[in-house]
């Protein structure tokens, strides 16, 4: 178990609708990522937030957007889903968000499918 | 053309024979490189890391760095049935916590 907490564990949602994953980092970790992973792409870096604010994006989509609270857990919001968003989504954590961040623990994931 | 290749297998050796998985890359700046190992359904885990150039070894388990080459390998020795899941190499930059990933070599070791 690596300490980050991720929910829901599967979501079955229609085209054009709009989900929210929910990811709790491990206790003291400041950072938190998220990552999609599917079979043609592999593991894909989306967006970094470190204290609550945003440190880093990659080849994260418009219809997406993520925001992490002053708890510290983090939220990523997909909208208008099309079928090619259907992936394992996962959040992980890290202490720092520099140069440490090599370690980053995942969280078990949250399958999505879009019918 | 992808910033990190790794060769997605399948990959399937006996118990106890020596695995060599390898990744290559394109980006100069990449100064961090992992290996991460999933097991079915689960979250990647950080298995071993290296800084810049060099060996490191960890029990049964060896990286490589040749930043020359932007090549990058594990090892495994006498590999065991627990050993099998998918291993994936990912690398990054000095700053920042962006980790770009291999496509994963799925290893499955036969007892």
């Known amino acids: 178990d690596s300490g980050v907490t991720q929910t829901p564990k599967h979501l079955i949602t229609a085209t054009g609708q709009r989900v929210t994953l929910r990811c709790s980092p491990r206790?003291?970790?400041?950072?938190v990522y998220w990552y999609q992973q599917s079979l043609d792409q592999g593991l894909q870096f989306l967006i970094q937030?470190?204290?609550?604010?945003?440190?880093a994006k990659g080849n994260i989509l418009e219809r997406f957007s993520a925001q992490q609270f002053p708890d510290l857990h983090s939220e990523l919001n997909l909208s208008s889903l099309e079928l090619g968003d259907s992936a394992l989504y996962f959040c992980?954590?890290?202490?720092?968000?520099?140069?440490?961040?090599?370690?980053?623990?995942f969280g078990p994931g949250t399958r999505l499918t879009v019918t | 053309q992808k910033e990190v290749e790794q060769d997605p297998g399948p990959l399937s050796v006996p118990e106890g024979a020596i695995v060599s998985l390898n990744c290559t890359y394109s980006n100069s700046a990449f100064q961090y490189f992992m290996w991460y190992r999933q097991y079915s359904r689960k979250g990647p885990e950080l298995l071993m890391y290296t800084y810049s150039s060099g060996n490191k070894e960890d029990g049964r388990f060896t990286a490589q760095v040749d930043k020359s080459s932007k090549y990058i390998s594990l090892f495994i020795r006498d590999s065991q049935p627990s050993d099998s899941a998918t291993y994936l190499c990912?690398?990054?930059?000095?700053?920042?916590?962006?980790?770009?990933f291999g496509q994963g070599t799925e290893l499955s070791v036969k007892p």
């Open positions: 992980a954590s890290s202490i720092s968000g520099t140069e440490s961040s090599y370690e980053q623990y």
């Open positions: 937030y470190y204290n609550g604010e945003e440190r």
């Open positions: 206790s003291g970790d400041l950072s």
């Open positions: 990912a690398m990054k930059e000095n700053q920042g916590g962006k980790l770009i």
